[in-house]
C-alpha cells in the first residue's frame, strides 16, 4: 500500500489548478458505468452524493438516519469562512491559508490547506445559488461576521443556524439526484465493515437498522464522509449517534489512522449540570464577536455577577493576548478557562464555568441587535440552564467538539487503501492539531462539492469496464465477520448497559486525554482501557435480539470500536512528545503556559497502522514540508 | 422527582401497540425529557426488558429527529420547544404522563415512539431545490436580495423536518411543512425558474402521501417548534392556485 501523499510540484498558488487541468476524466457517456458507494449524508457526504449524481454516476448513498437531513452538520452554528474579501479589510485566498495553517499550529498540509481556501468562495456562490438564506445587509448583499485566530471578517452565517441551512442546501441538491435516479438512497442503514481485497476497496457490508438485514454493496470507490469521534468522550457536543465505526473498520482493514489524539476542546459550551445528562451543547463561538470571557479575581468571590464591579473582574483574555483578545483560537480559549477554573475561580454552583458576558454589546448596540444576531442561542441556554442571558451572564465551559484527526489521505482524499476515498471530518487533512471556527462546514463542502468530483474521476478513468460484484470470497468473509460480531455482543448477558460502559470509558480519557495530558496519566489510561473494555465483553447486558431495531444494539457496536480507538489516540498522545494545537502536554510548555512544538522532532503527521488484535500499531511519519510558510511559534498577543 | 409513565409500546411495524405503565424515581428537574427516558430505559435494561425506542440525536433542537406526544401535544407543553430540549423542570414531582409516537397514517410506527417520516424526503425530492448543478453557480454577490426578502426565506427554512405539525392536526395534514419548504424558494430570487412548477410538484407529492387535509385548525403553527407561520400556507395556496391556473401539471422537473 502506497504512502506518498501525491501533493503536485509547482509553487503553492498554482498546484492545485495545474493538478486539475491534468487529472484524467470520465465522458459523459462513460460515467453511469461506475458505481459509487457514499457512506454519511452530512455536509461533505450529500455534497458528494449530489455532485456525483449532476454528473452522472451512479451513486448509493447510506446514512444511519431515517433521512440524510439528520446528519450533525445540522447542529453546525456560527458560519463559514471564505476569503471573500467583501468587508475590503485585507483578506485574500493567502491570508485564509495563512490563519488556517497557523490555527492548526503548523501541523497541517499546505498543499491542502491553499486549495481548501481557494475553493471557500466557490462554496459560498454554489450555497447562494440554491437558495441557501445567508445574512444579509440592507443593500441586499451578504453580510460577514468574525471569528477565533482571524483579524478579518469573513465568516458568512445564518443567524446560529449555518450548518443547517448549508446541509439542506446540500440535502435538496441530493434530493433532486433521488429524484432524477442516479442517487439510491439508504437510510436507517449502518456501515459495519469495509470490504477489501488485495488492497483495494471492494464495497461495504451495512446492516439496515428497522430489520436487521446485513447487505453487501460492491462499488468501484468508496465514499466515507462519516464525520468524527468526539463521543469517545461520552460527553460531547456530538450527536448522540455520532460514531467512529465506519473509519475504524476501514483502520483495521488496512486504512492508516492519523493523528487521533489531535482533538478540540470548544471553549464555549454549556457547563454540565449532574451526573445523567447526556451531552454538552455549544453556544456558537460567534458569540465571542460580542461577548467578553470572565471570571472574578477571588476564588473566594461568590456575589453575583452583576454585584462584581469592573475592578473586581478578570477579563483574562484580553489582558493576555490584547490584539486577539476574546477572539483567540478555540485551544487557547479552552486551556485558559481551564485554568480559571484550576484556580478555583469558576463560576456557577458547580464553580466549572467561566463568564461569557453580553452586557457591553447589549448596551451599545441595544437588545434587538443581540437579539437578531444571537436570539435562537440565548434561547437555547435559557431552556437548559433556566437562566436569562440578558439579565445574567451565560456560564461556559470547554467541551470535546470536533476531531482533527481521521484517516489518512494524500492529496486527493484517497486513503493508503486503493479506491478508499475519505472526506470532511473523518479524514485528518486541513486543520493539523487545532481547527478554526467556521472551517468544518468550508472543509467539508470543499472536499464533496469541488475535490472529489475531480479526483475521483482520476481514479476510475482507467478502471472503465471493471465489473464489481458482491460474488467474492471477500464480500463473504467479511458478512461472516459482520453477523459474528453482532451475535457475540447479543450473546455476552451480562449485567451493565451500553451507557453505563460508555460514561466510564469517556471518564477515563477525558481525565488523560483531553484538554491536557501528560505522561503518566497517558500510561495510567492505556492500563484502565484494557481493563474496561475486557470487562466490557464479560458484562455486556443487551435486551432484545439483532432482527429488529435495537438502539442498545447499534450502540454497543459502536462503544465496542470507541474502546480500540481510545487506546490508540492515547498511544498517539504519549508518542508526540510535544505541545501543539489542542494537543497539550503538560511537559512541553512555554514559560507563559503555551503549547511549545517541536518542528525538529514532530513535524510529521502521525499515521498508524492496524496490525491485529492486541498488537501494537505501526507508527508511519508523513513529514510536513513549509515551503512557503515559516513555522513560528504561535502567538495570539 | 417521582413520575408514572404512561408510554405506547409497539414491537414492530403492523403489530398491536398497548399502553405500558411504568414509575420513575430520582429525576433531577435539570434533565430533559429524553434524558428522563434514559434513566427508564437504563432501569428497563437491568431488569432484562425491551427499552423504549425513540429516535433523537443531536439533543439540541435541530436535528428535528425527536418528536413524541407528551399528554397529547406534540413535543409537549411548552412551546417553541423540541422535545429534546423540554425539561423535567416543567412538571411536578408526582404527575403522570403519556407519551405516544406521532400518529399520521402517513407516518407509520416501526416500533414503540419511532415512526417513518420517509414521506418528507419524498415530498423535497418532488421539488424542494433549485435545479442548480455544482459548479454553475454565478458570483454570490451578484444576485442581491432584499434584506426582508432573506430574513423571510429563513423563517421559513428554518423548519426541522419532526414531524409535529402533523402530529398535532386533528387531519394528520403536512401543509406547514410543505408550505415552509416552498416558501423558502419560492421568496428567493433563485427560486423563481421553477416557482409554479415547485409548487405543484410538492403540493401534489403531500397529497399522494397520504396526508390529510388543512382545515385552518393552526395547530401546527402552535405546535411548532421552530414558530413556522401559518402564514406560509396561504402563500403555497397562492402559488398552487396561480401555477394551475397557468396549466402547470405535476412532472419530473429533476434532471
Same mark, same amino acid.
Given at each position: 500500500?502506497?504512502?506518498?501523499?501525491?501533493?503536485p510540484?509547482?509553487p503553492?498558488?498554482?498546484?492545485?489548478l495545474?493538478?486539475r487541468d491534468?487529472?484524467?476524466?470520465?465522458?459523459p457517456?462513460?460515467?453511469?458505468?461506475?458505481e459509487?458507494?457514499?457512506?454519511g449524508?452530512?455536509?461533505?457526504g450529500? /455534497?458528494?452524493?449530489?455532485?456525483?449524481?449532476?454528473?452522472g @454516476?451512479r451513486?448509493?448513498?447510506f446514512?444511519?438516519?431515517?433521512?440524510?437531513?439528520r446528519?450533525?452538520s445540522? !447542529?453546525a452554528?456560527?458560519?463559514?469562512?471564505?476569503?471573500?474579501?467583501?468587508?475590503?479589510?485585507?483578506?485574500?485566498?493567502?491570508?485564509?491559508?495563512?490563519?488556517t495553517i497557523?490555527?492548526g499550529?503548523?501541523?497541517?498540509?499546505?498543499?491542502?490547506?491553499?486549495?481548501?481556501a481557494?475553493l471557500?468562495?466557490?462554496?459560498?456562490?454554489?450555497? =447562494?445559488?440554491?437558495?441557501?438564506?445567508?445574512?444579509?445587509?440592507?443593500?441586499g448583499?451578504?453580510?460577514?461576521?468574525?471569528?477565533?485566530?482571524?483579524?478579518?471578517?469573513?465568516t458568512?452565517?445564518? #443567524?446560529g443556524?449555518?450548518?443547517q441551512?448549508?446541509?439542506?442546501g446540500?440535502y435538496?441538491?441530493?434530493?433532486?439526484?433521488?429524484?432524477?435516479?442516479?442517487?439510491?438512497l439508504?437510510p436507517?442503514?449502518?456501515?459495519?465493515?469495509?470490504?477489501?481485497?488485495?488492497?483495494?476497496a471492494q464495497?461495504?457490508?451495512? #446492516?439496515?437498522?428497522?430489520?436487521?438485514e446485513?447487505s453487501?454493496?460492491?462499488?468501484?470507490?468508496?465514499v466515507?464522509?462519516?464525520?468524527?469521534?468526539?463521543?469517545?468522550?461520552?460527553?460531547s457536543t456530538?450527536a448522540k449517534?455520532?460514531?467512529?465505526?465506519?473509519?475504524?473498520?476501514?483502520?483495521?482493514r488496512?486504512a492508516y489512522?492519523?493523528?487521533?489524539?489531535?482533538?478540540?476542546?470548544?471553549?464555549t459550551c454549556?457547563?454540565? /449540570?449532574?451526573?445523567?445528562q447526556?451531552k454538552l451543547?455549544?453556544?456558537?463561538?460567534?458569540?465571542?464577536n460580542d461577548?467578553?470571557i470572565?471570571?472574578?479575581?477571588?476564588a473566594a468571590?461568590?456575589r453575583?455577577?452583576?454585584q462584581?464591579?469592573?475592578?473586581?473582574?478578570?477579563?483574562?483574555?484580553e489582558?493576555?493576548?490584547?490584539?486577539?483578545?476574546?477572539?483567540?483560537?478555540?485551544?487557547?480559549?479552552?486551556?485558559?478557562?481551564?485554568a480559571?477554573v484550576?484556580e478555583?475561580?469558576?463560576v456557577?454552583?458547580r464553580?466549572?464555568?467561566?463568564?461569557?458576558?453580553?452586557?457591553d454589546?447589549?448596551?451599545?448596540?441595544?437588545?434587538?441587535?443581540?437579539?437578531?444576531?444571537?436570539?435562537?442561542?440565548?434561547?437555547?441556554?435559557?431552556?437548559?440552564?433556566?437562566?436569562?442571558? @440578558?439579565?445574567?451572564?451565560?456560564r461556559?465551559?470547554?467541551a470535546?467538539?470536533?476531531?482533527?484527526g481521521?484517516?489518512?489521505?494524500?492529496?486527493?482524499?484517497?486513503?493508503?487503501?486503493?479506491?478508499?476515498?475519505?472526506?470532511?471530518?473523518?479524514?485528518?487533512?486541513?486543520?493539523? !492539531?487545532?481547527?478554526?471556527g467556521?472551517s468544518?462546514?468550508?472543509?467539508?463542502?470543499?472536499d464533496?462539492?469541488?475535490?472529489?468530483?475531480y479526483?475521483l474521476?482520476?481514479?476510475?478513468?482507467?478502471?472503465l469496464g471493471?465489473?464489481v460484484?458482491?460474488?467474492?470470497?471477500?464480500f463473504?468473509r467479511?458478512?461472516?465477520?459482520?453477523?459474528?460480531?453482532?451475535?457475540?455482543l447479543?450473546?455476552?448477558?451480562?449485567?451493565?448497559?451500553?451507557?453505563?460502559?460508555?460514561?466510564?470509558?469517556g471518564?477515563?480519557?477525558?481525565d488523560?486525554?483531553?484538554?491536557?495530558?501528560n505522561?503518566?496519566?497517558?500510561?495510567?489510561?492505556l492500563?484502565?482501557?484494557?481493563?474496561?473494555?475486557?470487562?466490557?465483553?464479560?458484562?455486556?447486558?443487551?435486551?432484545?435480539?439483532?432482527?429488529?431495531?435495537?438502539?442498545?444494539?447499534?450502540?454497543?457496536?459502536?462503544?465496542a470500536?470507541?474502546?480500540e480507538?481510545a487506546e490508540l489516540?492515547?498511544?498517539?498522545?504519549?508518542?508526540?512528545?510535544?505541545?501543539?494545537?489542542?494537543?497539550?502536554?503538560?511537559?512541553?510548555?512555554?514559560?507563559?503556559?503555551?503549547?511549545?512544538?517541536?518542528?525538529?522532532?514532530?513535524?510529521?503527521v502521525?499515521?498508524?497502522?492496524?496490525?491485529?488484535p492486541? +498488537?501494537?500499531? !505501526?507508527?508511519h511519519?508523513?513529514?510536513?514540508?513549509?515551503?512557503?510558510?515559516?513555522p513560528?511559534?504561535?502567538?495570539?498577543? | 422527582?417521582?413520575?408514572?409513565?404512561k408510554?405506547w409500546?409497539?414491537?414492530?411495524?403492523?403489530r398491536?401497540g398497548?399502553?405500558?405503565?411504568?414509575?420513575?424515581?430520582?429525576?433531577s428537574p435539570?434533565?430533559?425529557?429524553?434524558?428522563?427516558?434514559?434513566v427508564l430505559?437504563?432501569?428497563?435494561?437491568?431488569?432484562?426488558?425491551?427499552?423504549?425506542?425513540?429516535e433523537?440525536?443531536?439533543?439540541?433542537?435541530?436535528?428535528g /429527529?425527536?418528536?413524541?406526544?407528551?399528554?397529547? +401535544?406534540?413535543h409537549?407543553?411548552?412551546?417553541?420547544?423540541t422535545?429534546?430540549q423540554?425539561?423535567m423542570?416543567e412538571?411536578?414531582?408526582g404527575?403522570?404522563?403519556?407519551?405516544?409516537?406521532?400518529?399520521?397514517?402517513?407516518?407509520?410506527?416501526?416500533q414503540?415512539?419511532?415512526?417513518?417520516?420517509?414521506?418528507?424526503?419524498?415530498?423535497?425530492?418532488?421539488?424542494g431545490?433549485?435545479?442548480?448543478?455544482?459548479?454553475s453557480?454565478?458570483?454570490a454577490?451578484?444576485?442581491? =436580495?432584499?434584506k426582508?426578502?432573506?430574513?423571510?426565506?429563513?423563517?421559513?427554512?428554518?423548519?426541522?423536518?419532526?414531524?409535529?405539525?402533523?402530529?398535532?392536526?386533528?387531519?394528520a395534514?403536512? +401543509?406547514?411543512?410543505?408550505?415552509?419548504?416552498?416558501s423558502?424558494l419560492?421568496?428567493?430570487?433563485?427560486?423563481?425558474?421553477?416557482?409554479?412548477?415547485?409548487?405543484?410538484?410538492?403540493?401534489?407529492?403531500?397529497?399522494?402521501e397520504?396526508?390529510?387535509?388543512c382545515a385552518n385548525?393552526?395547530?401546527?403553527e402552535a405546535?411548532?417548534?421552530?414558530?413556522i407561520?401559518?402564514?406560509?400556507?396561504?402563500?403555497?395556496?397562492?402559488?398552487?392556485?396561480r401555477?394551475?391556473l397557468?396549466?402547470v401539471?405535476k412532472?419530473?422537473i429533476?434532471?
Amino acid at each position: 500500500m502506497a504512502f506518498d501523499p501525491r501533493v503536485p510540484a509547482g509553487p503553492l498558488e498554482h498546484k492545485w489548478l495545474g493538478h486539475r487541468d491534468h487529472l484524467r476524466l470520465v465522458a459523459p457517456a462513460n460515467r453511469p458505468k461506475f458505481e459509487i458507494i457514499i457512506v454519511g449524508t452530512g455536509l461533505a457526504g450529500a /455534497s458528494a452524493a449530489a455532485t456525483l449524481g449532476e454528473a452522472g @454516476y451512479r451513486v448509493k448513498a447510506f446514512t444511519f438516519h431515517d433521512s440524510p437531513r439528520r446528519a450533525h452538520s445540522i !447542529a453546525a452554528q456560527g458560519g463559514i469562512n471564505a476569503a471573500k474579501n467583501y468587508r475590503n479589510d485585507g483578506d485574500s485566498v493567502f491570508r485564509l491559508f495563512y490563519d488556517t495553517i497557523k490555527g492548526g499550529d503548523f501541523r497541517s498540509r499546505e498543499a491542502n490547506v491553499y486549495r481548501l481556501a481557494e475553493l471557500s468562495v466557490e462554496i459560498i456562490d454554489q450555497a =447562494v445559488a440554491q437558495g441557501v438564506p445567508f445574512a444579509r445587509e440592507y443593500g441586499g448583499f451578504l453580510d460577514n461576521r468574525s471569528f477565533g485566530g482571524a483579524q478579518v471578517a469573513r465568516t458568512f452565517y445564518a #443567524r446560529g443556524q449555518t450548518g443547517q441551512q448549508l446541509l439542506l442546501g446540500a440535502y435538496q441538491a441530493m434530493a433532486r439526484q433521488i429524484e432524477a435516479g442516479t442517487v439510491e438512497l439508504f437510510p436507517r442503514t449502518e456501515m459495519l465493515d469495509l470490504v477489501v481485497e488485495e488492497g483495494r476497496a471492494q464495497g461495504i457490508v451495512a #446492516r439496515n437498522l428497522v430489520t436487521g438485514e446485513i447487505s453487501c454493496h460492491a462499488a468501484h470507490a468508496v465514499v466515507l464522509a462519516t464525520g468524527g469521534y468526539s463521543n469517545v468522550y461520552y460527553l460531547s457536543t456530538n450527536a448522540k449517534a455520532s460514531n467512529v465505526t465506519a473509519i475504524w473498520r476501514a483502520y483495521r482493514r488496512g486504512a492508516y489512522f492519523a493523528n487521533p489524539c489531535f482533538t478540540q476542546i470548544h471553549p464555549t459550551c454549556i457547563p454540565p /449540570s449532574g451526573e445523567f445528562q447526556s451531552k454538552l451543547t455549544l453556544m456558537s463561538e460567534s458569540l465571542r464577536n460580542d461577548g467578553r470571557i470572565w471570571v472574578p479575581k477571588d476564588a473566594a468571590d461568590t456575589r453575583h455577577a452583576a454585584q462584581i464591579p469592573e475592578s473586581d473582574r478578570d477579563y483574562y483574555l484580553e489582558t493576555k493576548y490584547p490584539s486577539f483578545g476574546n477572539l483567540v483560537p478555540r485551544d487557547v480559549a479552552s486551556r485558559n478557562a481551564k485554568a480559571a477554573v484550576d484556580e478555583g475561580r469558576g463560576v456557577g454552583v458547580r464553580k466549572n464555568g467561566v463568564f461569557l458576558d453580553l452586557e457591553d454589546a447589549i448596551k451599545r448596540l441595544g437588545r434587538d441587535a443581540i437579539e437578531e444576531r444571537y436570539g435562537n442561542l440565548f434561547e437555547m441556554y435559557e431552556r437548559i440552564t433556566a437562566e436569562n442571558p @440578558y439579565q445574567v451572564p451565560m456560564r461556559i465551559f470547554p467541551a470535546p467538539h470536533y476531531t482533527m484527526g481521521g484517516l489518512w489521505v494524500d492529496y486527493d482524499l484517497m486513503s493508503n487503501v486503493e479506491g478508499l476515498f475519505v472526506l470532511g471530518e473523518a479524514n485528518f487533512s486541513d486543520h493539523g !492539531a487545532n481547527r478554526l471556527g467556521a472551517s468544518a462546514l468550508m472543509q467539508g463542502l470543499a472536499d464533496g462539492y469541488f475535490v472529489l468530483p475531480y479526483t475521483l474521476a482520476n481514479f476510475l478513468a482507467p478502471r472503465l469496464g471493471e465489473r464489481v460484484t458482491v460474488d467474492s470470497e471477500a464480500f463473504r468473509r467479511t458478512e461472516v465477520e459482520v453477523q459474528e460480531r453482532v451475535q457475540q455482543l447479543l450473546s455476552i448477558d451480562g449485567k451493565r448497559s451500553v451507557d453505563s460502559f460508555q460514561r466510564d470509558l469517556g471518564r477515563i480519557v477525558w481525565d488523560y486525554c483531553g484538554m491536557s495530558r501528560n505522561e503518566r496519566g497517558l500510561e495510567t489510561a492505556l492500563q484502565e482501557i484494557p481493563t474496561l473494555r475486557e470487562e466490557y465483553y464479560e458484562n455486556l447486558r443487551i435486551v432484545g435480539n439483532g432482527e429488529s431495531l435495537n438502539a442498545s444494539l447499534e450502540k454497543a457496536g459502536r462503544v465496542a470500536d470507541f474502546f480500540e480507538l481510545a487506546e490508540l489516540m492515547c498511544r498517539d498522545a504519549l508518542s508526540r512528545n510535544e505541545s501543539c494545537g489542542g494537543h497539550f502536554r503538560e511537559e512541553y510548555q512555554t514559560r507563559d503556559g503555551e503549547a511549545l512544538r517541536d518542528d525538529d522532532h514532530f513535524a510529521h503527521v502521525s499515521a498508524w497502522e492496524y496490525l491485529g488484535p492486541e +498488537q501494537i500499531p !505501526a507508527l508511519h511519519k508523513e513529514h510536513l514540508h513549509f515551503e512557503t510558510v515559516q513555522p513560528t511559534q504561535r502567538s495570539y498577543k | 422527582m417521582r413520575l408514572t409513565l404512561k408510554v405506547w409500546r409497539q414491537d414492530g411495524p403492523h403489530r398491536v401497540g398497548r399502553f405500558e405503565t411504568f414509575e420513575v424515581e430520582d429525576i433531577s428537574p435539570d434533565y430533559s425529557f429524553l434524558e428522563m427516558l434514559d434513566v427508564l430505559n437504563e432501569r428497563l435494561e437491568e431488569r432484562g426488558e425491551r427499552p423504549v425506542a425513540f429516535e433523537h440525536d443531536c439533543r439540541e433542537g435541530i436535528c428535528g /429527529s425527536c418528536g413524541m406526544m407528551v399528554n397529547g +401535544q406534540a413535543h409537549g407543553a411548552r412551546a417553541r420547544t423540541t422535545v429534546c430540549q423540554l425539561h423535567m423542570r416543567e412538571f411536578k414531582d408526582g404527575d403522570e404522563i403519556q407519551v405516544e409516537p406521532w400518529r399520521a397514517r402517513a407516518f407509520p410506527v416501526l416500533q414503540d415512539l419511532v415512526v417513518d417520516r420517509s414521506a418528507f424526503d419524498r415530498i423535497i425530492e418532488a421539488g424542494g431545490y433549485i435545479s442548480v448543478s455544482t459548479g454553475s453557480a454565478p458570483e454570490a454577490n451578484m444576485i442581491p =436580495v432584499q434584506k426582508e426578502v432573506a430574513e423571510a426565506a429563513f423563517d421559513a427554512a428554518t423548519c426541522i423536518g419532526c414531524g409535529a405539525c402533523v402530529a398535532q392536526c386533528p387531519n394528520a395534514a403536512a +401543509q406547514l411543512f410543505t408550505a415552509a419548504k416552498i416558501s423558502h424558494l419560492n421568496l428567493l430570487p433563485q427560486g423563481q425558474p421553477e416557482r409554479w412548477h415547485r409548487a405543484v410538484n410538492m403540493v401534489e407529492q403531500m397529497e399522494a402521501e397520504g396526508f390529510g387535509s388543512c382545515a385552518n385548525y393552526r395547530e401546527c403553527e402552535a405546535a411548532c417548534p421552530k414558530s413556522i407561520s401559518i402564514d406560509w400556507i396561504a402563500k403555497m395556496n397562492r402559488d398552487y392556485l396561480r401555477a394551475k391556473l397557468r396549466g402547470v401539471k405535476k412532472m419530473k422537473i429533476a434532471g
